[in-house]
């Protein structure tokens, strides 16, 4: 017996879900009172692609009151019943997926864990905070607070902060890095070439590296930028703890974010992000107190149910 099956069989007969958000696949599963002990092992089991179910990450339903470890986020946001407990597929702890709260969220509807009419607002739990879902015409929009750069006095001097070095690209480019509750650089790149050639299953170089390292995003821009309102670009991802993933909604923001700076600032009502797995779109809002936010919207779909054997 592997030691992937052998972990697996600690959790034989719990229900599973498989999901996506354009592509961003995870497990889902769904421990209301936190019964299960899911180790980074079992996550990695789960996740892996030929001797599991497979997925980018792993995503445990667990009311926010009976986890330890969002005991504050309980006190200060009671309203938030449900805590997204999300794992990259390495097992390691992330801090927030922007896609995998969408997910989360069609998962509870679909294990008839709680409701969301139009025009309900649903409070998640993450160890980024609170989330704030809706229903949207593509889907789910999620709220997901505000934004800030890693070095922001780099990034207001220069607007770049760190140097990537990324296989199949010949020379190190100049990143951008951005917080969005979880850590981002994203790097502008000149042509479709570049962006088809570099190999993001293999981890990219970047220095200076934030202090719990980064998702990269490689950036190219449409032309023109912004047609109608809309402003367009297109990317790819290397998701820390994972490798190349279809879809990253934290880094679909946060390509956006640095893309509106390089820029100058562009005006856009929206923009529509293509990732490889589909399109998602990222909105800029204002908060009550006039901090900036940003909306992240798009699909989610559960794609099989089963049990673990």
Not at 15 to 43: C, I, M, Q
Not at 122 to 148: E, F, I
Not at 178 to 191: C, E, I, K, Y
Request: glycine share 12%; aromatic share 6%.
């Amino acid at each position: 017996m592997t030691s992937a099956a052998a972990s697996l069989t600690d959790l034989a007969g719990l229900p599973f879900a498989k999901g996506h958000g354009t592509g961003n696949d995870f497990v889902l599963v769904a421990d209301p009172e936190s019964r299960h002990d899911v180790s980074a092992a079992h996550v990695a089991a789960l996740c892996d692609r030929h001797q599991g179910i497979g997925g980018d990450g792993f995503i445990r339903a667990v009311r926010t009151r009976d986890l330890p470890e969002a005991a504050d986020l309980a006190a200060a946001h009671p309203e938030a019943e449900w805590f997204m407990d999300y794992r990259n597929s390495d097992g390691s702890i992330a801090e927030m997926c922007g896609n995998g709260v969408r997910v989360f969220v069609h998962f509870l509807l679909d294990q008839g864990l709680t409701e969301l009419n139009d025009g309900d607002v649903l409070p998640v739990g993450t160890r980024a905070g609170l989330k704030l879902v809706t229903r949207s015409d593509n889907g789910y929009a999620v709220d997901m607070g505000t934004w800030r750069f890693t070095f922001p006095g780099k990034a207001a001097e220069r607007a770049l902060d760190s140097l990537v070095e990324t296989g199949g690209i010949e020379a190190g480019r100049p990143g951008l890095s951005v917080d969005m509750g979880n850590p981002h650089t994203v790097v502008a790149l000149s042509d479709a070439g570049e962006l088809e050639r570099a190999r993001l299953h293999d981890i990219p170089v970047v220095e200076p590296l934030p202090p719990h390292g980064t998702n990269v995003e490689y950036v190219l821009p449409a032309e023109p930028l912004v047609q109608d309102g809309v402003g367009r670009i297109r990317i790819r991802i290397h998701e820390r703890g994972v490798g190349e993933t279809q879809s990253c909604g934290t880094g679909a923001c946060a390509a956006v974010v640095a893309t509106r700076h390089w820029s100058g600032g562009v005006p856009a009502e929206r923009w529509d992000v293509e990732v490889p797995g589909g399109v998602v779109t990222v909105k800029f809002l204002t908060g009550t107190e006039g901090e900036e936010r940003v909306e992240l919207s798009g699909p989610a779909v559960i794609v099989a149910h089963g049990v673990l054997g």
